[in-house]
């Protein structure tokens, strides 16, 4: 296991420096001159020159390197041009309103596209299986701002139920959290379950048809711990791959919610930011995220070796 | 009363390409105890009587279109899965071919012994253990109470199936259904299952059903052997007899293959021709297109199991001659 | 009659109902991009404030927006819009993902180079990517073309790579190489034939994705410019009107819906028929 972290992390760290180097790279790609792109049109050239000498982008390619790898070894991103705050802390800020929304969007993906793949696979070819994939394709065809839209006339103006948008923390009100969660969430979430549906429906497939299944049954096993067990065990291996996966989908989708729902987290953070042209909170916010899915994706290969013991085993 | 007895048993499978028959009309007897080894090429039907007799065949494709099956003065076809998953593990245990798939791979060793254990009554987690032990010694796996947290993937392809044969006996069945239980495995591995099973059969009591295509296997442990093509019986006999005195041109051309247990290749290679395709098969005698003594009367009707002695049976309308 | 292969799986495909379901439904946008000149009488960009906000009626089959522009007009032409992007995001994939792909797959000292890269990009969030590109070069369709293309390309290399470095240890491969032919003659006449099929399926999801995500960048203010209508900055506009006017927002909505479903139908179709080992992936 120990072993394994370590390999893992040594795949991790390449990936890593080059998603700073992408990011280093993206700002030096604006075309013209960036400090009037961020002064905007009405700055005087002095403004402009100011910005320049802020950013650091009179200095020679090399030194502007140099300078963003010193910050970053020292956690520092820069300074958000819009907030005046570091983009470590802007980041860090908001994370845990984006973590929360995801947890619970990545739980209802996780009851409702396992629960729906799983009966689907058990009644293959009913109409149980027929309607589960229908409500899965939509799932994977509407686009989750449009579902948000929607959910928003008919929930909260429509009936009332929930609030249409704002945010309240879950430490200073679960009930409060959970109305002004709900919606987006769900909306989150639909894009997720259909994929993880039909991954699980057709790794299920698969593995109920694997002679070790015929031998639960053989062996006198109750329905529940044959499919429960000895299948949905199996079926988690390459379900877990997916995971990974979704949390990114996840996080790209909560830009367009958290804007939608007025949610004060890194979606909407990095969305103000690259409409208001901060390119250093857009440059440190993407590789902070970036960063951190990359863990994300080794917590859940890590995940991966708990599952399965033949990876475990691996010398 | 037959411990197991298979009365005209008819099974069909659908497909895209329409239906086939893959077992048509079979009858079998076992008594408590016996060994009957049922013999055939791959495609016979061998397997797929094994897999009716537990309710195991793969549905909705396949279904039992006529016949019984009665174990213990029970009728086990069209038995709810509720009640016949009783019946799996204490009243019949099973392995399969593959020792390496058959297991799952996820699992601990002892885990997989120990939940069929549970799922049959035994409440006691320490008598469970104690069980699983004793069933690995019995099988033959050195330090068995250390090998308990195995994996599959750790043992090798031998100790896989004698992990499964502890798994199949651990809640004492009066019948372990055996189909193909040394063909993954290599020819001194072999032996050692097939004495296994021997042994096994000396302390426990229990009757053997042994599917395989290797006439070397039947020699080795069947008391009794049925010899299947094309989805029916051909021929029936006590195994001397069978290997003194075959009957039927097929079985004939069985044992002229490959008595032994080390020469797996040649097998049935040897006869010319190949199963006829179970959508399309002839009217008169399945075996007639690969037959040296093939007459006309062959392909004017199937020919039915005719007795040739108080134990010997065969379906060939040339063995008086023969 | 002939059953050369092609013909075999064009029945086959004609034949699958889901297939056949979803290339109507891309049909009909296709169409209404076609034809968007002619079946347009209107101006998309054409105000008319005394014409705000009128339901769809036979005037205005699909209503006004809040500056009275007829929104038949608008969905049309961002439909146009929309399949251009794809059109050009599959097209610029096809090229540059195989290109990459084959590369990597064939030469094994440009494998792992290449292949970091691509972990590397793969590694961001796909819109937040695609969004840090749009503001960087700035909003317009050119570049929401580039920054998906940006975004998609690692993915599609990464599915050409998996085929050619399965068809290079085939018998067939090794022997074109053992009697001689060159590199360039492999990869063009045996390697990248046999990796279209898993292609052709990724490629018509990435149309998908390439819609959707465009309409997301639209929406959020990062695509075309308007008053130039796209689906997503429709929808955006409608935003405010949605109680009074939800036809604004339902109306590209529910075609944006369309074509994303025509296209994963289309590529359900296309994997079950081209390629059943793919199922597995979904």
Same mark, same amino acid.
């Given at each position: ?98 973590? /929360? @929304? ?5 739980? =209802? #993906?996780? $009851? +409702? *596209? &396992?629960?729906?793949?799983? !009966? ?110 000895? /299948? @949905? ?5 390459? =379900? #877990?791959? $997916? +995971? *990974? &996966?979704?949390?990114?989908? !996840? ?65 | ?322 | ?282």
């Amino acid at each position: 296991m120990g072993r394994l972290l370590l390999l893992r992390l040594a795949g991790a760290v390449p990936v890593l420096l080059l998603v700073s180097v992408v990011s280093f790279g993206l700002m030096r790609l604006i075309p013209g001159d960036p400090s009037a792109a961020i002064a905007g049109l009405s700055a005087t050239p002095r403004m402009v020159a100011q910005i320049r000498e802020q950013l650091g982008l009179d200095q020679p390619l090399l030194t502007q390197a140099l300078h963003w790898y010193g910050g970053l070894l020292q956690g520092d991103l820069g300074r958000s041009i819009l907030l005046g705050q570091s983009v470590f802390w802007s980041t860090m800020q908001r994370l845990p309103v984006t973590m /929360a @929304l995801s947890a619970y969007a990545l739980a =209802i #993906t996780l $009851v +409702v *596209g &396992i629960g729906a793949g799983v !009966l689907a696979a058990l009644r293959q070819n009913t109409w149980v299986d027929q309607a589960a994939m229908m409500v899965a394709m939509l799932g994977i065809s509407v686009p989750n701002f449009f579902l948000g839209l929607l959910f928003i006339i008919w929930f909260a103006v429509g009936l009332g139920w929930l609030p249409t948008g704002g945010y309240i923390a879950f430490t200073d009100s679960p009930w409060g959290w959970f109305q002004t969660s709900t919606m987006p969430a769900v909306s989150l979430a639909l894009l997720n379950i259909g994929l993880l549906a039909r991954i699980t429906r057709s790794t299920m497939l698969e593995v109920l048809r694997q002679d070790y299944v015929r031998t639960a049954r053989a062996k006198g096993l109750p329905r529940h711990l044959v499919v429960g067990k000895h /299948a @949905l065990a199996n079926a988690m291996i390459p =379900i #877990t791959t $997916v +995971v *990974g &996966i979704i949390v990114s989908l !996840l996080v790209s989708g909560s830009v367009v919610t958290e804007t939608l729902f007025s949610i004060p987290g890194i979606g909407q953070l990095l969305t103000s930011a690259v409409l208001g042209r901060d390119y250093p909170m857009v440059q440190g916010g993407l590789l902070l995220v970036t960063a951190l899915l990359v863990l994300v994706n080794l917590g859940v290969d890590m995940l991966y070796a708990v599952l399965d013991p033949r990876i475990r085993y691996e010398r | 009363m037959s411990l197991l007895s298979i009365e005209h048993l008819t099974v069909a499978f659908r497909s895209e390409t329409g239906q086939a028959t893959a077992i048509e009309d079979v009858s079998l007897r076992l008594e408590p105890g016996e060994i009957l080894g049922v013999v055939g090429e791959s495609g016979s039907g061998k397997s797929v009587t094994a897999l009716s007799i537990m309710g195991l065949l793969p549905e909705p494709a396949a279904r039992v279109v006529s016949g019984r099956v009665v174990f213990e003065g029970q009728v086990l076809t069209g038995m709810g899965e509720h009640r016949l998953r009783r019946i799996r593990g204490p009243g019949i245990g099973m392995i399969f071919q593959e020792p390496m798939t058959s297991l799952n791979p996820i699992f601990s060793i002892g885990e997989q012994i120990t939940e069929t254990l549970a799922a049959h009554g035994e409440r006691d987690r320490p008598k469970r253990r104690d069980r699983a032990v004793e069933m690995l010694e019995r099988v033959g796996i050195a330090s068995a109470a250390r090998r308990l947290g195995d994996y599959p993937h750790q043992l090798s392809g031998g100790q896989r199936q004698r992990v499964m044969i502890a798994m199949a006996l651990a809640c004492r069945p009066r019948l372990l259904i055996a189909d193909e239980p040394t063909t993954a495995l290599d020819v001194t591995t072999q032996a050692g299952i097939l004495d296994l099973v021997l042994d096994l059969r000396e302390q426990l009591g229990m009757a053997v059903l042994v599917i395989t295509h290797n006439m070397g296997v039947i020699a080795e442990v069947a008391d009794r052997v049925a010899v299947m093509y094309a989805g029916r019986i051909v021929e029936q006999s006590p195994v001397e007899l069978l290997f003194a005195e075959p009957a039927h041109p097929y079985t004939r051309a069985l044992l002229g293959c490959v008595p032994t247990l080390d020469d797996d290749r040649v097998r049935l290679t040897a006869i010319p021709g190949a199963l006829p395709d179970p959508r399309t098969r002839p009217a008169g005698c399945a075996f007639a297109p690969r037959c040296g003594l093939r007459v006309d009367a062959c392909e004017a009707a199937i020919p039915p199991l005719r007795p040739l002695g108080p134990t010997h049976e065969a379906a060939c309308i040339r063995t008086c001659a023969g | 009659m002939s059953d050369s292969p092609a013909r075999a799986t064009i029945r086959r495909l004609l034949r699958h109902r889901l297939f056949v379901t979803g290339l109507a439904l891309f049909l009909i946008v296709l169409v209404l991009a076609a034809l968007a000149p002619w079946i347009t009488t209107v101006d998309p960009t054409k105000l008319s404030i005394r014409a705000k906000f009128k339901p769809p009626s036979m005037d205005f089959v699909f209503g006004t927006d809040n500056l009275g522009r007829s929104l038949w007009s608008r969905t049309v032409w961002g439909a146009r819009l929309s399949v251009e992007i794809g059109v050009a995001v599959v097209v610029l994939n096809a090229i540059f993902g195989t290109l990459v792909g084959a590369i990597s797959g064939y030469f094994r000292w440009a494998d792992a180079p290449l292949m970091r890269i691509n972990d590397a990009l793969m590694a961001f969030p796909a819109i937040l990517l695609a969004i840090g590109i749009t503001a960087v070069l700035g909003p317009s369709t050119e570049n929401v073309i580039l920054a998906l293309a940006v975004v998609y390309i690692p993915r599609t290399a990464r599915i050409v790579r998996a085929s050619v470095l399965v068809l290079r240890e085939m018998e067939y491969v090794q022997a074109a190489v053992a009697a001689g032919a060159g590199h360039a003659r492999i990869l063009r006449t045996h390697v990248i034939p046999n990796a279209l099929a898993p292609l052709i399926v990724q490629l018509s999801f990435l149309f998908a994705y390439a819609v959707l995500t465009e309409a997301t960048l639209s929406f959020l203010g990062l695509g075309a410019v308007p008053p130039t209508p796209t689906w997503g900055n429709i929808m955006a506009e409608g935003r405010q009107y949605m109680i009074e006017a939800p036809w604004i927002i339902t109306i590209p909505g529910v075609l944006l819906m369309i074509t994303v479903m025509g296209l994963n139908l289309l590529g359900d179709g296309l994997r079950d028929v081209l390629d059943p080992r793919l199922r597995l992936q979904a």
